[in-house]
């Protein structure tokens, strides 16, 4: 049961696109969208971000029992919006802000 | 095969026609998620998602006040939204144009100068990119100019005006089929897609332009 930074991405893009029902574009796009834009990211800002995202994934294992993407839809959202207004919700916010522009139609 | 000689009138679209849209699409995310973390709020990003979404609709209806009905949202200050659109829609996009400008789309529009009409027609304000990219036109059209988006072919329809152009001399450069094509079916002008007949200003299609 190993972290995955990438299914973690598609996750919270997932759980974004969930919540904001009204939004167009598709999960998959979202997902791409904000992998590209962290790999259009300073170099020096990649590692602590990826870092911060896995710890986020493997922070549902004590509590749930799995990692972050592969707990069900509704516990998602659950650990999502209590981070968005935790210590650590710059990490979130910076993921829902991207997901939000990626779910605007071309 | 495409006769340019046939053609009075060359139109682009703006957005990802002269420049590329993703590669700006995501700096803006970027600088967007840095304001909503220092700013410790989401309201910008919702408020132009749902200003885009409002444009989209729009785009699907005939709306009579379309300068004013595009910026009034549910719950939003019109000001308020028309301010964060010109912000981060407009204006902060600009410095960021140039490097992200199409291949070859400089030299295509010099040499189609000469013997042809160039113009650029966006639904959103056209006169500040085109500077950005380094780029002039004889003519430029803004969905606020004509009160309706494409693919309603008022704007086309304005410029062929302009330009005295009649339709079957008219090309229409764009980078969506279900809007810059729709168009120029409606208006009866031929179109070339970028994406799926061309990537960039440098390919054998323009080769023979002017």
């Not at chain 2, 939204?81 to 407009?90: G, I, K, L, P, Q």
């Amino acid at each position: 049961m190993l972290p995955d930074f990438a299914a973690t991405v598609g996750a919270l893009a997932a759980t974004v696109a969930e919540r904001e029902r009204c939004a167009t574009g598709s999960v998959q796009g979202a997902r791409d969208f904000v992998l590209a834009s962290f790999a259009a990211m300073p170099v020096y800002l990649r590692p602590p971000l990826r870092a911060a995202t896995l710890f986020f994934d493997l922070w549902a294992v004590p509590r749930r029992g799995r990692l972050f993407h592969r707990l069900p839809p509704r516990q998602r959202r659950a650990q999502m919006e209590a981070w968005e207004t935790g210590p650590a919700r710059m990490l979130i916010r910076f993921y829902v802000s991207l997901v939000l522009v990626s779910l605007w139609h071309d | 095969m495409i006769d340019w000689d046939r053609f009075d009138l060359v139109v682009f679209d703006m957005d990802g026609t002269l420049y590329d849209q993703p590669p700006l699409r995501r700096r803006m995310a970027v600088m967007l998620a840095r304001e909503s973390i220092q700013s410790r709020s989401m309201a910008v990003a919702r408020m132009l998602g749902a200003y885009r979404r409002r444009r989209e609709a729009l785009a699907d209806t005939t709306a009579q006040d379309f300068a004013q009905e595009q910026y009034r949202l549910p719950g939003r200050d019109p000001e308020t939204v028309r301010a964060v659109v010109r912000e981060w829609m407009e204006e902060r996009p600009l410095p960021l144009l140039r490097r992200f400008r199409v291949e070859g789309v400089e030299a295509l529009f010099a040499r189609l100068s000469v013997s042809c009409a160039v113009a650029v027609h966006s639904d959103y304000r056209v006169e500040a990119k085109l500077a950005a990219l380094g780029l002039s036109a004889r003519f430029t059209v803004a969905a606020e100019d004509v009160g309706r988006l494409k693919p309603d072919p008022a704007g086309l329809r304005w410029l062929m005006a302009a330009a005295r152009a009649d339709p079957a001399r008219t090309l229409m450069i764009g980078d969506r089929d279900d809007r810059d094509g729709e168009a120029a079916r409606r208006a009866g002008v031929r179109a070339l897609i970028r994406g799926r007949d061309f990537r960039h200003y440098d390919e054998p299609i323009f080769r023979h332009a002017a």
